[in-house]
């Protein structure tokens, strides 16, 4: 496995725009979770998780952001890759960063319920698959786990109000 | 864990139906797996494998069927659903499975290269995730395989062509 070809600077750029993309997710009432896939420094795909906007089981912020780079890539493969995403990716995810071969995996939080990088399994540097990724997590850690911490915060706010409502 | 709710002639039914999937995936010169979607004993959901086609490292069988469904059902929720597939699902469509939350899943053939239901991992059944499903392999298992046999067998035959010509 080779490490990792981005600065600290670099890194915390890139993560800053998937902290955008999670934004994005927020503004709809989304759980806010953001990716982007980088190729020689520039943005090529983009995504937020819009599950319930979308009524789509599959519209996770990572998978939107793979789909995206493979249709300006015009390609499946997106084997020089980075992905920066704001929480560590759950199983589905890390299967479609194993199909899509991305190179390298930079994740802000961890989740420790559904989280396969490092969390609950480690499905990216599993030499039984065809396909490992370099995996650096802790990005932006704060950043990224506040963001998620305060929506479900004002979500139970929300709903205890509605309770007393 | 509950028991499948099917007899042996649904699961063949439907299990042909998702042969027939597989099937228009080999007419377009793509891996030939197929997938179908069952609530209520209808199918809401079909899908099969279009990754060269389409381009998009996403597009597996089981992938296109679960998003057919949740647009059908006008929800990600699938949780009195049943899949069908012919090939055992990868680390991706394992985890769409466990995000629809799919009651029952059935396939054909085992993949030991990258299955994840029974062969390298078993995710449908592993506690830590929020949602387990009923599993069952090895419906109608020869049709296929025998398909997918077949289609390398001939990939490989004109590939050898390829390089006399």
Redesign the interface.
């Known amino acids: 496995m080779t490490q990792s070809t981005m600065t600290t600077e670099q890194k915390e750029y890139f993560m800053r725009e998937a902290l955008k993309e999670a934004h994005k997710a927020q503004l709809l009432d989304e759980v806010p979770i953001g990716a982007v896939i980088v190729l020689d420094n520039q943005i090529i795909g983009r995504g937020h998780n819009v599950?319930?906007l979308?009524?789509?089981?599959?519209t996770?912020a990572e998978?939107l952001a793979?789909?995206d780079a493979?249709?300006q890539?015009?390609?499946?493969?997106?084997e020089d890759a980075q992905l920066f995403v704001t929480l560590e990716p759950?199983?589905?995810?890390?299967?479609?960063i194993?199909?899509?071969?991305i190179k390298e995996v930079y994740y802000g939080a961890k989740d420790p319920?559904?989280g396969?990088v490092d969390s609950?399994?480690q499905?990216l540097s599993?030499s039984?698959?065809?396909h490992q990724s370099v995996v650096e997590s802790g990005i932006l850690e704060n950043e990224c786990s506040e963001l998620l911490t305060s929506f479900f915060k004002e979500l139970r706010k929300r709903k205890k109000k509605q309770k007393k409502d």
């Open positions: 599950r319930e979308s009524q789509d089981a599959t996770h998978l793979i789909k493979n249709r890539q015009k390609s499946w493969r997106l759950c199983p589905m995810c890390s299967g479609a194993i199909l899509s071969r319920k559904a396969t609950l399994m499905l599993d039984r698959f065809n």
